[in-house]
Each structure stands twice: as structure tokens, then as C-alpha cells.
């Protein structure tokens, strides 16, 4: 995926080496992920979304946060793990996702929020090359902390479209009071 390395690359070409960042840490079962802090909007404890019709597993339905629409995706499903029941550890994390068509917001749903770890930018690692067999779109880098592995999300892959123009089944952001056409 040509795409995919180039949006890492110039990612990673956009950050200095020796600068710190903060970012939120979840879990899904026994992994760890990471998603830069300054895309966190809010956390919110799971509570019941809309439903939309023939939507894939993954979307969750949507919620009105403050006026706006925001799809919500289960991200165990959406980045392949199997389901699992929902706890009172299970929240919503609302991201700030940049595509072509300009910011948005979307909401994932995670089994539970760790920390907020702040690191070195050196000290992230290139996602290994798995070949083809494996889909790590969604993967900017790996950190070790402690005796973890994190896996840093590259948030703006998350939503469908990811920002390419492509199709989506949630047109996320869309103001509640804004006339439908």
C-alpha cells in the first residue's frame, strides 16, 4: 500500500527527533494502544447510541454529542479482534480526525482507558513489515513502556474513507440542526 507508507513517512518526517509527546492509552483484552492526546475531544462512558441501518459490524450506530452527530465504532471489530461484552470499564473515546474533507470527529469504543504516557518521539518504532498477509493500516508506531508493547493508532485511518474521498457509511460530523437536503 504505496499510500499508507507515504502518509507514515510524512508523518513521521513532521515530527523532531528529541520532542515529547502525550498520549492516551487504552486496551482492547491484552493489548495496548495509544492515541495522540491533543485528538482526544472527551471520554464518555459506554451508554446506548443510534442505530444506523445495514451499516457494517464495526459501526456502533451514532450519538449527539453537544449538536453534533458523531459515529461510534467498536475498535475491536474495526481493527479485526472478535467482540466482546461491553463492562462498566467500557468507554467511548470521541478523536479528532483530519481528511480531506476537513476535521471531524468520530467516537471508538475501547475496553478500558490506562494512562496518558508521555514519550520521547525517538522512541517510537516503525511498525515491523509483516507482508501482505497482515493489515497494520491502522498502526503509526510501537513503543515499549515498561513491559508493554503499545501500539500507537494512526487515528485518521480509523474512520471508513479515512479521508480519501472514498465511500462512508456515517457521514460523521454533521450538526443536528443543520437542514437535511
Known amino acids: 500500500m504505496p499510500v499508507q507508507n507515504e502518509h507514515r513517512q510524512a508523518t513521521a518526517e513532521s515530527l523532531t527527533a528529541g520532542s515529547r509527546n502525550e498520549y492516551l492509552t487504552f486496551s482492547l483484552g491484552d493489548e495496548d494502544y495509544g492515541v495522540d492526546i491533543l ?46 461484552a461491553y463492562t462498566k470499564g467500557t468507554v467511548v ?7 480531506s474533507d476537513g476535521d471531524r470527529n468520530i ?15 525517538a522512541g517510537i518504532q516503525r511498525v515491523p ?7 497494520t493500516e491502522f498502526i503509526f508506531g510501537m513503543v ?4 508493554k508493547m503499545i501500539m500507537i493508532l494512526d487515528v485518521d485511518r480509523l474512520a471508513p474513507d479515512h479521508g480519501n474521498g472514498g465511500s462512508s457509511c456515517v457521514r460523521p ?3 443536528v440542526n443543520e437542514e437535511i437536503s
Open 107 to 121: 467516537g471508538i469504543v475501547v475496553d478500558d482507558v490506562s494512562d496518558v504516557l508521555s514519550m520521547d518521539m
Open 129 to 135: 513489515d509483516f507482508g501482505s498477509r497482515l493489515n
Open 144 to 147: 515499549s513502556a515498561g513491559k
Open 39 to 84: 485528538r482526544v475531544r472527551e471520554i464518555r462512558g459506554w451508554e446506548a447510541v443510534t442505530r444506523i441501518p445495514n451499516s457494517p459490524l464495526y459501526v456502533k450506530g451514532v450519538l449527539n454529542l453537544r449538536g453534533t452527530i458523531v459515529p461510534v465504532f467498536d475498535l475491536r471489530l474495526r481493527i479485526g479482534m472478535p467482540m466482546r
Open 173 to 175: 460530523g454533521r450538526n
Open 93 to 99: 473515546v470521541v478523536l479528532r480526525i483530519v481528511g
